[in-house]
T-cell receptor, first 112, second 110 residues
Framework: DGGITQSPKYLFRKEGQNVTLSCEQN?????MYWYRQDPGQGLRLIYY???????QKGDIAEGYSVSREKKESFPLTVTSAQKNPTAFYLC???????????FGDGTRLSIL | GENVEQHPSTLSVQEGDSAVIKCTYS??????FPWYKQELGKRPQLIID?????GEKKDQRIAVTLNKTAKHFSLHITETQPEDSAVYFC?????????FGKGTRLHILP
């Protein structure tokens, strides 16, 4: 799905550091999502946003924050409060409820 | 809360045989059920989906069935090929959210 761009592809975090993962889409989708993927755990929802300047917590929001200042952008910040941040992070978007969700290529976050 | 259970977690089938993956969901308001295939290190890719007003959908070797009464849906892959080896995820859409199962790792044996 070339319309969703995640960066960087790999990211390393030091202890006590906040890091921000970028997600940009040019599909004109209203809804955007962040998932965390761990081995054997499937995709777990961190945050989602249906419209600009509004977002909701998912199932594992603790230690993460987001913003939605523009329709195309939905950055995720992994704060120092997230004690086990090592995972594969996937951003997704879709037009509306009941429509297909499209994914970016993901960012792999590791601890230094 | 909403939940999607997926079985089995691992499945091995001989090349050419069929594979079946089953999912159940908890919220009867769910109305859209996509299936994704994910290869190692890559993004999930939609392979087929079904809406709650349809009982079955087929696309070449892939089919999905939905039983709303029992709240379960299944993925069927016929005439399996080596390139079918991957992790498969079911999901259920509930309002603004999509809840995923934990995935099934499918191995196609030569």
């Amino acid at each position: 799905d070339g319309g969703i761009t995640q960066s960087p592809k790999y990211l390393f975090r030091k202890e006590g550091q906040n890091v921000t993962l970028s997600c940009e889409q040019n599909l004109n989708h209203d809804a955007m999502y962040w998932y965390r993927q761990d081995p054997g755990q499937g995709l777990r929802l961190i945050y989602y946003s249906q419209i600009v300047n509004d977002f909701q917590k998912g199932d594992i929001a603790e230690g993460y924050s987001v913003s939605r200042e523009k329709k195309e952008s939905f950055p995720l910040t992994v704060t120092s409060a997230q004690k086990n941040p090592t995972a594969f992070y996937l951003c997704a978007s879709r037009v509306s409820q009941g429509s297909t969700q499209h994914f970016g290529d993901g960012t792999r976050l590791s601890i230094l | 809360g909403e939940n999607v259970e997926q079985h089995p977690s691992t499945l091995s089938v001989q090349e050419g045989d069929s594979a079946v993956i089953k999912c159940t969901y908890s919220d009867s308001a769910s109305n859209y059920f996509p299936w994704y295939k994910q290869e190692l290190g890559k993004r999930p890719q939609l392979i087929i989906d079904i809406r709650s007003n349809v009982g079955e959908k087929k696309d070449q070797r892939i089919a999905v069935t939905l039983n709303k009464t029992a709240k379960h849906f299944s993925l069927h892959i016929t005439e399996t090929q080596p390139e079918d080896s991957a992790v498969y995820f079911c999901a259920a859409s509930i309002g603004d959210k999509i809840i995923f199962g934990k995935g099934t790792r499918l191995h196609i044996l030569p």
